[in-house]
């Protein structure tokens, strides 16, 4: 057959047309429109635990650390060196929001004997002094007492047994707390400490907070409802803050109705959520996609706030990808991109707070969760702070949410057009941020598909917002931690176009950071 050299081009213009246009998507953002004023806003949990807890390695190869990945990577408070690169790095974060844990061991290791001046407590106060100076919302949780003379009596004898009971007397137990909160918000002042939680996933099968036969999941409600009449008759302010459970969308709407009358803020754990695209995965019990989840989402968040309580995701991140001993799973660049959309997507929904598991982490317990790499797991001791990094994806994929967005900032209407969908599935996740003074705009765009596509931002509403930064986290730039985040480009005016880069984190704001400057916490 004859080449026909006209037919090709007219042929070959007309597929790049079509892909220009099938690939270009309008980006509406409307500054007026407020969808909810965040009560918090981006961070990660933190602990004050220097101790070991049980870990476990049975006859099938199972392996288990009882107190999670909440122990071991963090430094002495002596350690005047390694607290201080630990803080540049929070600096740089700019966390808005922490879930803070202790247990009760900490603090009382004997009934009616309190330590207020151990290793671990001075642990906690580097925390809250850096919290309170830098105005971070805390959250402080006690995750389980794990502390002998609270436990169950046929629980005393065995350490796994001690971590996982729940408390013996309720009584005792509540005055231990009211006595920690005492200390901390009246003596010592700590008036970033907003909100407390009792007890860390409980009633669930496999979780804490057991009865006497380890087994049978302890009630948390009677614990819930001695201390909220003990904190109202002391005058403490605190906010408590439930269930502290995972989101098993077929058990909130009770547990929503159980804990309306107790709490001050619905407090969630999510992890087994995964991509719209990764359908073949999808278990709807299980492993729900993020599309599945958003209706349960969204019912959850309107009960919370048509009662005026805050719902927070006070622990979450992304498991899919692999959670045992060192695992990469949990700092692959696809779930730290996937936690990111996570936030995006239901930020948009009226979600108050994301709290990511965690700052420090050793790496090796269950899965590599850490945002700041302080342990060694080769020799299994802690690094020279000179040697401490930033963990790769984590800390710059999920610092694109909390560098950028002033705590307590409004999330405003964004809406996209014009997709290329042609299974259905999204191309763009777009989220939009005002500070709480009104004078910045920060819009955060994620791409979880492999091409590149062109978006058209329009901003329609009052203010300012004219002059943009762009900033971006690329797939070129995972397993990386010596990159910088920079301004990549200045944009005038109300209309942003760009091309955005396959599996990306972009960030749009009217603040101009380079990377040596703090992120952004409080106006």
């Known amino acids: 057959m004859k080449f026909n050299s006209k037919l090709f081009l007219a042929v070959s213009a007309f597929s790049l047309l079509s892909f220009i246009a099938r690939t270009q998507i309008v980006i509406t953002v409307q500054t007026d429109s407020v969808v909810n004023s965040m009560s918090a806003g981006f961070g990660a949990n933190t602990f004050a635990m220097l101790d070991s807890v049980p870990v476990v390695t049975d006859n099938n190869g199972g392996y288990r650390s009882w107190g999670g990945s909440a122990w071991g990577a963090t430094p002495e408070a002596s350690d005047e060196k390694a607290w201080a690169k630990i803080y540049s790095y929070m600096d740089w974060l700019g966390m808005d929001y922490t879930r803070l844990n202790v247990e009760h061991r900490m603090f009382e290791p004997e009934k009616g004997k309190y330590s207020f001046d151990n290793r671990e407590m001075m642990v906690l106060y580097k925390y809250l002094d850096y919290f309170g100076k830098n105005g971070v919302t805390v959250q402080l949780q006690e995750m389980y007492p794990n ?291 009104k004078t910045h705009a920060t819009i955060v765009v994620v791409n979880d598909k492999q091409e590149t596509f062109n978006a058209a931002i329009s901003i329609q509403g009052k203010g300012n917002y004219e002059t943009w930064y762009a900033y971006r986290f690329s797939y070129n730039q995972r397993n990386l931690n010596d990159i910088q985040i920079n301004p990549l480009q200045e944009i005038k005016g109300k209309k942003l176009e760009d091309k955005i880069p396959g599996l990306s984190i972009t960030v749009y704001s009217t603040n101009k950071l380079m990377h040596g400057d703090k992120g952004l916490v409080n106006e």
């Not at 302010?237 to 009358?261: C, H, I, R």
């Not at 899965?367 to 802690?382: A, N, P, V």
Request: hydrophobic share 35%.
């Open 147 to 437: 502390v002998k003379w609270l436990a169950h009596h046929k629980q005393q004898s065995d350490a796994v047994g001690i971590i996982k009971s729940g408390p013996s007397n309720i009584e005792a137990w509540s005055d231990g707390i009211i006595a920690l909160l005492k200390h901390l918000l009246i003596d010592k002042k700590y008036t970033c400490i907003q909100y407390l939680g009792i007890a860390n996933e409980p009633h669930h099968g496999w979780s804490w907070w057991k009865e006497a036969d380890g087994r049978t999941s302890q009630s948390i409600i009677p614990a819930l409802t001695l201390l909220r009449n003990k904190i109202q008759k002391e005058k403490i302010p605190v906010l408590l803050t439930g269930p502290e459970a995972m989101f098993y969308f077929w058990e909130v709407k009770d547990s929503q109705s159980k804990f309306t009358n107790l709490v001050d803020a619905f407090t969630y754990h999510e992890y087994m959520t995964i991509n719209d695209w990764w359908e073949n995965r999808e278990n709807k019990d299980w492993n729900p996609t993020l599309k599945l989840f958003t209706e349960r989402v969204k019912t959850a968040v309107k009960m919370a706030h048509d009662n005026n309580k805050p719902f927070f995701f006070s622990e979450h991140g992304t498991m899919q990808f692999g959670l045992t001993r060192d695992d990469r799973g949990p700092s692959m660049h696809a779930a730290v991109l996937k936690d990111v959309e996570f936030a995006v997507r239901y930020s948009n929904l009226g979600v108050d707070g994301f709290s990511r598991w965690s700052l420090l982490n050793r790496n090796n317990l269950d899965g590599q969760w850490s945002f700041i790499e302080t342990f060694d797991r080769k020799t299994m001791k802690l690094l020279d702070p000179e040697k401490y990094l930033p963990k790769e994806n984590t800390f710059f994929g999920y610092g694109m949410l909390t560098r950028f967005i002033y705590r307590k900032s409004s999330v405003v209407k964004s809406e996209i057009t014009n997709y290329y969908a042609e299974d259905s599935i999204n191309a763009l996740h777009v989220s939009a941020y005002i500070s709480p003074g």
